[in-house]
């Protein structure tokens, strides 16, 4: 019994990148279980991109396939990644998810497991928000919601600033961009991409225990 996991994300300046690789490291830990990690279309011009800096880490995630709406419905299990804009997704990942009423109409999702990573610039940047109203979307499509859950240790910590909570894993990038996922982080990405995996895992077994 192979189960599929997809991870989605748009990174603009990679960090969110990086959580989605731990996100996906952590779920190939679960026996039998096939990942691919996939990036939604940019919507930037290119001249924007540039103003923005942005440019070079485009080129490092160039070689990472855009992904396809109907490979949405070929996965058992959907792991988003957005960074916040303004306290919600970003646009990419929303025009995205816009294109998904093909899926929506024929219940392609309805029963698969969802669950959402992100970043912020600033500490209480938008990030339990960004999730939570991201998770609109999935229940709409009748998704069954994973977050990260207090098994993980490491969104207790008071011992350094550090992202994740309930909701999901997520990053700090600081106001410049400048700060990189710190291995806390990185673990609550891990630890939800394991969790996922398993989830779905489950689903699958009683879904043919019952058949």
């Known amino acids: 019994m192979q189960i599929k996991v997809l991870v989605v994300f748009y990174s603009m300046y990679g960090h969110v990148h990086r959580l989605a690789e731990a996100a996906a ?4 830990a679960v026996s039998d279980v096939i990942v691919s990690v996939r990036r939604v279309p940019e919507t930037l011009p290119d001249h924007i991109l540039e103003e923005m800096g942005a ?8 070689d990472i396939p ?13 792991i988003f990644g957005t960074p916040t804009r303004f306290g919600n997704m970003c646009g990419q990942m929303r025009q995205f998810l816009d294109d998904t009423g093909p ?18 610039n600033t500490q209480h940047g938008g990030q ?16 069954i919601i994973a ?3 207090y098994s ?7 011992d350094e600033i550090s992202g994740c909570s309930p909701y999901g894993a997520s990053t700090i990038a600081a106001s410049d961009g400048s700060r990189l996922p710190s291995d806390n982080e990185l673990a609550g990405a891990r630890f939800q ?3 996922v995996a398993r989830l779905a895992s489950r689903l699958r077994a009683g879904e043919e225990a019952l058949a």
């Open 25 to 28: 490291k952590g779920a190939r």
């Open 147 to 149: 977050g990260l859950p």
């Open 55 to 62: 440019v070079e880490p485009a080129k490092r995630m160039a």
């Open 193 to 195: 991409g394991e969790h």
């Open 66 to 78: 855009v992904c396809r709406v109907e490979e949405l419905g070929e996965a058992d299990a959907v």
């Open 128 to 143: 339990e928000s960004t999730i939570l109203t991201f998770h609109a979307t999935l229940l709409h499509q009748g998704m």
């Open 103 to 120: 899926l929506w109409l024929k219940g392609k999702l309805v029963g698969k497991v969802g669950s959402v990573l992100t970043s912020s």
């Open 152 to 158: 993980f240790k490491g969104q207790m910590t008071m």
